[in-house]
């Protein structure tokens, strides 16, 4: 018998369910195709039952962003969004985003890659035009991003949210999150 299926019988018989027996101690066909679907079941179902747990965001002095372990590879101005919201939990109305626009220029102008620095003040302006939606489209790219490197449970904590009309924010407890 293979590990798995006594993992499987242990399982079983720690339910209160029975276990599968024979007199000799032998399985057929039946029995090995029912404990190869009861395997596939615990494997997919591992991480379901967990409290959810929190990583910790660690944004290093040159920006680059970790969640546990793990880097958040993300393009340079939607890394300008999510440090923005992580810098104020207390959220920001998309409406007075513009009030915002130098501390997004300086994220910005330490994430890219460009060698002209007056390029970071321009692309900043056009991502906070009112009749252009990159914030939106930048929002987008984060929470997807996020939710790539975070358990399902979790991911609304780490996800830029809020009702239209009142503020975005990031809900995760900002203990959590440390600036290097």
Same mark, same amino acid.
Do not use: Q, V
């Given at each position: 018998m293979t590990n798995d299926a006594l993992l499987a019988l242990f399982f079983l018989s720690s339910q209160g369910t029975g276990t599968l027996e024979e007199e000799r101690g032998t399985y057929g066909a039946a029995e090995e195709t029912e404990l190869k @679907?009861? %395997?596939g079941f615990l494997r997919a179902s591992s991480g379901r039952y967990r409290a959810p747990s929190p990583g910790v965001v660690r944004i290093t002095h040159t920006l680059r962003v970790f969640i546990g372990s793990q880097e958040l590879k993300i393009r340079p101005m939607? $890394?300008?969004v999510l440090l923005l919201f992580l810098r104020h939990p207390e959220? !920001? &109305?998309l409406k007075h985003i513009s009030d915002y626009q130098t501390e997004m220029t300086g994220y910005y +102008? *330490?994430? %890219? $890659?460009? @060698?002209n620095p007056e390029e970071a003040p321009r692309r900043v302006r *056009? &991502?906070? @035009? !009112?009749f +252009?939606?990159?914030l939106n489209v930048n929002i987008a790219r984060v929470n997807a991003a996020l939710s790539a490197l975070v358990a399902p449970e979790e991911k609304q904590l780490y996800r830029v949210s809020g009702r239209a009309g009142s503020p975005k924010a990031i809900p995760l407890d900002r203990t959590l999150v440390i600036w290097e």
């Open positions: @679907d009861l %395997m939607a $890394k300008t959220g !920001i &109305l +102008s *330490r994430c %890219m $890659k460009a @060698d *056009r &991502l906070l @035009d !009112i +252009s939606n990159e």
